[in-house]
Nanobody
Framework: QVQLVESGGGLVQAGGSLRLSCVASRSIFSINAMGWYRQAPGKQRELVAAITSGSRTNYADSVKGRFTISSDNAKNTVYLQMNSLKPEDTAVYYC?????????????WGQGTQVTVSS
């Protein structure tokens, strides 16, 4: 199992930046993939960015060129650097960890952190 704790959300004006952090309770070397998702009111949760244990990254089209996902293995932490924020980026942002087994996979979620971008 793995516990995840997010931080770094807040209120920012359009065009501003925030950095979200997700601290895992175990070495992220042992986690197959970690990702950031977001959920706006009345909308489904969507993938924002993901990073694998091999450091491959994947981004939603809506954030490419503005957001960067990275990891610090020594701190068991994954970051989401968000630049040029837009009001439509407003959502609760969740961190997810995926552990792959021989026949199945398990997902673990953090509690979420609110990001609000004002126009």
């Amino acid at each position: 199992q793995v516990q995840l704790v997010e931080s770094g959300g807040g209120l920012v004006q359009a065009g501003g930046s925030l950095r979200l952090s997700c601290v895992a309770s175990r070495s992220i070397f042992s986690i197959n993939a970690m990702g950031w998702y977001r959920q706006a009111p009345g909308k489904q949760r969507e993938l924002v960015a993901a990073i694998t244990s091999g450091s491959r990254t994947n981004y939603a089209d809506s954030v490419k060129g503005r957001f960067t996902i990275s990891s610090d293995n020594a701190k068991n932490t994954v970051y989401l650097q968000m630049n040029s924020l837009k009001p439509e980026d407003t959502a609760v942002y969740y961190c997810k960890a995926t552990l792959l087994g021989l026949k199945s996979s398990d997902d673990y979620w953090g509690q979420g952190t609110q990001v609000t971008v004002s126009s």
